[in-house]
């Protein structure tokens, strides 16, 4: 089994920033795309960021300038630095991780368990 555990959620005001962690633990064999992903009420999860094992990244458009995605492939990692928060980024945070347990296995995607931000003065 994989297990991703997130931290670093919470009340910040516009303009702020903040900074959320992902790591990744369990059976892995390698991981392939690890990023974040939101859900805020009422609205579908939506794609923040995204990072590949290659050094590829993604953003949305509405993060982009503002917010930077980083990996560390030796240790599972990812992180999120969020700058210039608006009240529209407030939502629930999952990371997400495309693993492979085995070198024969097949690829599977993980979750964690999410982390609120809220951005509000």
């Known amino acids: 089994q994989v297990q991703l555990v997130e931290s670093g959620g919470g009340l910040v005001q516009p303009g702020g920033s903040l900074r959320l962690s992902c790591a990744a633990s369990g059976t892995i064999f390698d991981i392939n795309s690890m990023g974040w992903y939101r859900q805020a009420p009422g609205k579908q999860r939506e794609l923040v960021a995204t990072?590949?094992?290659?050094?590829?990244?993604n953003y949305a458009d509405s993060v982009k300038g503002r917010f930077t995605i980083s990996r560390d492939n030796a240790k599972n990692t990812v992180a999120l630095q969020m700058n210039t928060l608006k009240p529209e980024d407030t939502a629930v945070y999952y990371c997400?991780?495309?693993?492979?347990?085995?070198?024969?296995?097949?690829?599977?995607?993980?979750w964690g368990q999410g982390t609120l931000v809220t951005v509000s003065s």
């Open positions: 997400g991780a495309e693993v492979r347990p085995t070198s024969w296995g097949n690829w599977h995607k993980y």
């Open positions: 990072s590949m094992s290659d050094g590829r990244t």
